[in-house]
């Protein structure tokens, strides 16, 4: 099969073949759009939502995809009543409803099975519930959580609008809204499907994917909910860029909802900064090169896929199931696709524990109080450990030096 993904040269917006350097400015665009203060942080059931979903429907329509969400429209709507208490009963609700929009679009292909691409587009408006942020209240513009994730998500539609290498598919491409009021978006798609979903190929998500760090690493978990993943992703690999591999398929985004359908799903993520959920999560910020590289590898995953067989599901292990409860927080963003020995901080909170024992970003924790810090998994297990007003040693390694301060939670 004809290899295109690194010819560098693409469809976009079905307008005519582009160079690299076009295609990384035109998801510079849209990011600069989805991202802008004209859609105030695009908070699910406010005008800056619907603006954003108005300018993806625009996009799409451009491009030639098919509308997929109800009535013939591109839109997929309906309200949720949020709940004081997540274990209310939907009697129990209470405040005003909310309005969430999916936006669907569609390349029908007349195959036998499809392929689902998504992200989400909403973000958490001007801060409030969801926000890390102290202060006033100010535009959380989500660059790269989640304008990034939409910006690939419309260049692949791009890509595989009349690809005649990726013909054996359909191909349906879902902008989530809801997702950061607890992937309200998604689960409700899984629940209300415009296609079968017994026609389900595999899905795709694309979320936080604008900071790829060549140092560290690209995220893509799912990998063990088909036999076929790791095989496709090894044949694939993207330039030299180390690939961090996670087999489950529950995790905090959408995949997971389609794969609770037994669904083979794949997460791709660029990793977690000090940015996240703050107002400073803007453009300046994002990798577009990085994002380019990313798309393109995706694309070369779904060719690798195409004239095989509808992918097997496999159950994994939910992770999340086993992950220690704490009540307490040194008050750090931890390096998630940090792969050595530790817990690499990549962010200190102002006034929490860690800010002040001196802590610094790049700091390694190696140990708290008696419990060894080996991984992500060991530094919560410690952190289960204590209460609020305990007092114990924390030791990180800074460079070459290992460094010891008490902290009090």
Same mark, same amino acid.
């Given at each position: ?216 690493? !690209?995220?893509?978990? =799912? /990998? $063990?909910? %088909? ?5 496709? &992703?090894? *044949?694939?690999? #993207? ?5 961090? !591999?996670?087999?489950? =398929? /529950? $995790?905090? %985004? ?5 794969? &609770?359908? *037994?669904?083979? #799903? ?144």
């Amino acid at each position: 099969m004809k290899k295109i993904v690194f010819s560098f040269l693409f469809f976009v917006f079905a307008v005519g073949l582009f160079s690299q350097e076009e295609q990384i400015e035109n998801l510079t665009n849209l990011v600069k759009q989805l991202s802008s203060d004209e859609f105030a942080g695009r908070e699910t059931g406010t005008e800056g939502q619907d603006k954003a979903a108005e300018y993806i429907i625009e996009k799409m329509t451009e491009i030639g995809l098919t509308p997929k969400g109800t009535d013939d429209s591109f839109l997929q709507e309906f309200e949720i009543t949020p709940k004081a208490n997540p274990h209310m009963s939907e009697s129990q609700a209470n405040g005003e409803p909310i309005l969430v929009k999916n936006v669907i679009g569609y390349i029908d292909n007349r195959a036998e099975h499809t392929v689902i691409i998504g992200a989400h587009y909403d973000h958490l408006g001007m801060g409030g519930e969801g926000s890390l942020y102290v202060g006033d209240k100010e535009i959380h513009n989500g660059a790269d959580d989640n304008a990034s994730g939409v910006a690939i998500l419309l260049q692949l539609a791009s890509d595989l609008i009349g690809n005649e290498n990726t013909a054996s598919n359909n191909y349906l491409f879902i902008a989530f809204s809801g997702e950061e009021k607890g992937l309200w978006g998604s689960n409700y798609y899984c629940k209300n499907p415009t296609i079968e979903l017994e026609q389900a190929n595999y899905m795709i998500n694309m979320d936080m994917v604008g900071r790829l760090d060549e140092t560290k690493g !690209l995220a893509i978990n =799912g /990998v $063990g909910t %088909s036999p076929l993943w790791e095989e496709v &992703l090894t *044949e694939t690999k #993207v330039k030299e860029q180390e690939l961090i !591999l996670s087999k489950s =398929g /529950v $995790g905090p %985004s959408d995949h997971t909802s389609f794969y &609770l359908k *037994e669904i083979p #799903v794949l997460h791709f993520f660029t990793g977690q900064h000090e940015d996240y959920h703050k107002p400073t999560d803007d453009i300046e910020k994002i990798n577009f090169k990085g994002m380019y590289l990313i798309g393109t590898y995706i694309l070369d995953i779904i060719e690798h896929l195409d004239n095989k067989e509808k992918l097997e599901f496999v159950k994994t292990k939910d992770e999340s199931a086993e992950t220690p409860r704490f009540t307490v927080t040194l008050g750090v963003m931890p390096d998630y696709m940090f792969q050595g020995d530790g817990m690499r901080i990549d962010g200190v909170t102002e006034g929490k524990p860690a800010d002040k024992a001196g802590f610094k970003t790049g700091d390694i924790v190696i140990k708290m109080g008696e419990i060894e810090v080996s991984d992500m998994m060991s530094y919560m297990k410690a952190l289960s450990e204590f209460k609020k007003g305990d007092k114990t040693t924390v030791i990180v390694k800074r460079g070459k030096k290992e460094i010891k301060e008490k902290v009090e939670f």
